[in-house]
């Protein structure tokens, strides 16, 4: 597995819609850099209500912190809790890309419907219970509908910094410890 390092440690806070692949890419992108991943919703499964599981992700994830280690966040993605999420990594030194994975909703429903026993209603109110990002909170889009490596090369080229394209990995063999900008992929 590859290891990302950064200059600074980041939070990388992946929302979306349910069904736009947001956890199909946070945990492909923490698998594939040997980040820690939070999913917020997989707490909501040990707690009793939204306020216990919200507690049990804030332990979580201040301990991850700790670390400083770039850690990958899937968010519920309403406004308030990326408020609160950002305060929380900034206080622990880290700073925040918010990357928000778009798919159409059509196209979002359908893989709900496969992977759930969720009906058309349910999906669509979870569709206007998501807040999408404002302007301010500068978030990277990425498409729900484009390859992994797609994906993870435009989260990639933000993280560092220079606009740059990062070199490809060699197809075969080890791959070496790069440098560019902030950003070291070994």
Do not use: C
């Not at 390092?5 to 990388?12: G, T, V």
């Not at 917020?40 to 009793?48: D, Q, V």
């Not at 966040?73 to 030194?93: F, P």
């Amino acid at each position: 597995m590859k290891s990302l390092q950064l200059e600074k440690p980041h939070a990388i806070v992946v929302i979306g819609i349910q069904g736009s692949g947001k956890s199909f890419f946070a945990e492909k992108f923490a698998d594939t850099f040997s980040a820690p991943f939070i999913d917020e919703s997989a707490f909501a499964t040990y707690a009793h209500d939204e306020s216990a599981y919200k507690s049990i992700t804030n332990h979580v994830l201040k301990e991850v912190l700790k670390t400083k280690a770039t850690v990958v966040i899937e968010s519920s993605g309403s406004k308030a809790d990326r408020i609160e999420l950002a305060q929380l990594v900034k206080k622990a030194g880290y700073e925040v890309l918010l990357v928000w994975v778009q798919t159409d909703t059509n196209t979002a429903m359908g893989r709900v419907r496969k992977q759930t026993s969720a009906t058309k209603e349910e999906f669509e109110d979870n569709v206007k219970r998501f807040s999408a990002p404002s302007g301010v909170e500068q978030a990277l889009v990425i498409s729900g509908k484009h390859t992994f490596a797609t994906q993870a090369k435009t989260v990639l080229k933000k993280l560092s910094g220079d606009g740059r394209p990062l070199p490809k990995a060699e197809s075969r063999g080890a791959v070496p410890a790069r440098h560019r900008g902030n950003i070291t992929i070994s």
